[in-house]
């Protein structure tokens, strides 16, 4: 299994370099950062120093949206730092929950992320695309250019369409029941598409918080820490309810019934600890949607994760352990899962 580090831009830059490197070091693969423009700093400018500063890291945003950029542009950035470091990008997209909502406008729509996908792959592998009419290439691309498009989905018609079109699979929680519903659904797609389901990389991302032991402060600590974690996801939780309605048939219970009690969403906290807008999120989902514990609960989940088909397991790194968890998981978690 592999395994990515993923976190936001805060200033300074220079600690999420600092933090990518340690990651590198501890036998991580992807390093990967949230991308929402008025948030946090711009990540691709970012992105330079880590792969300057590694040598076999991958890196990449989980997840840009085919909304704040034109295609060939995120195309043309991705294609420019694999020319320089050697296809070490991967483009992970999305509706853009936080990065359009912020900047007053909706998410993307299935139909957009999907012709976005299409180009920005197409340009970025070095092959042309048409941008509504007008059919493009950049003449400046190697022969052996690779971007692979790896897709953030929960919902039914966004699962199958990462099945049929994506590169990845990048499915934001680690619930062993939801991981195995969502991954079959990717999956079964893939085939029905022609695919061969072998084909589209999965990625799980979650927070994960080691702990000395198991006692009841330790994990209470824990789960204060990783709880924004269910705030985050039931923003596009409740996308889908609103579509769907509740108990619908084609979007599980496990997933919808725990945010019957959000009462909104301040964007100002996303993503960080303390959030006060995920009072709602019980211990019982942020137990099943994270990794917290001792480090063998970690390599319990993780080989459990593995059997069910996930390929890397990204790590969400926001909380007041950041370095621990890195050195935990590369000094006693990554070479037990990987033994």
């Not at 600690?15 to 990967?32: K, S």
């Not at 590694?54 to 840009?64: F, H, K, N, Q, S």
């Not at 195995?180 to 084909?199: F, L, N, Q």
């Not at 974690?229 to 084609?250: I, P, R, W």
Request: overall charge negative.
């Amino acid at each position: 299994m592999d395994f990515g580090l993923v976190l936001q831009t805060d200033p300074p830059a220079s600690r999420v370099i600092n933090l990518m490197q340690r990651a590198e070091h501890n036998g991580f693969t992807h390093g990967w950062t949230f991308d929402s423009a008025v948030l946090w700093q711009e990540p691709f400018v970012i992105y330079s120093q880590i792969l300057a500063r590694t040598e076999r890291l991958i890196v990449g945003p989980m997840v840009t949206n085919p909304g704040t950029r034109t295609w060939e542009v995120t195309a043309s950035t991705f294609a420019t730092l694999n020319d320089m470091f050697g296809n070490r990008t991967v483009c992970g997209i999305g509706r853009g929950d936080s990065a359009m909502r912020v900047a007053g406008r909706k998410p993307n729509t299935l139909a957009r992320i999907s012709e976005a996908m299409k180009v920005i792959r197409a340009l970025g592998s070095g092959r042309e695309a048409d941008l509504g009419g007008t059919v493009v290439r950049f003449p400046w691309t190697e022969p052996d250019a690779a971007l692979p498009v790896w897709m953030a989905a929960y919902g039914p018609k966004a699962l199958k369409m990462t099945g049929e079109e994506a590169d990845g699979f990048i499915l934001q929680l680690s619930d062993l029941y939801l991981t195995r519903y969502m991954v079959k659904a990717v999956k079964d797609a893939a085939v029905a598409a022609g695919r061969d389901p072998s084909e589209v990389t999965i990625c799980v991302a979650a927070p994960a918080y080691v702990t000395d032991d198991d006692s009841p402060a330790a994990l209470a600590h824990a789960r204060e820490q990783c709880r924004w974690f269910g705030g985050m996801v039931g923003n596009h939780v409740a996308d889908l309810v609103a579509k769907y309605g509740e108990h619908s048939s084609q979007v599980p219970d496990e997933l919808t019934e725990y945010i019957k009690a959000r009462q909104g969403y301040d964007y100002a906290h996303h993503g960080r600890s303390g959030n006060p807008d995920t009072a709602f999120v019980p211990d019982e989902i942020v137990d099943r949607f994270c990794l917290i514990g001792p480090v063998e609960r970690h390599v319990e989940k993780l080989n459990a994760l593995r059997e069910l088909g996930v390929d890397q397991f990204a790590v969400y790194d926001m909380h007041d352990a950041q370095e621990a968890v890195i050195d935990a998981y590369g000094q006693q978690v990554i070479p037990a899962v990987n033994a």
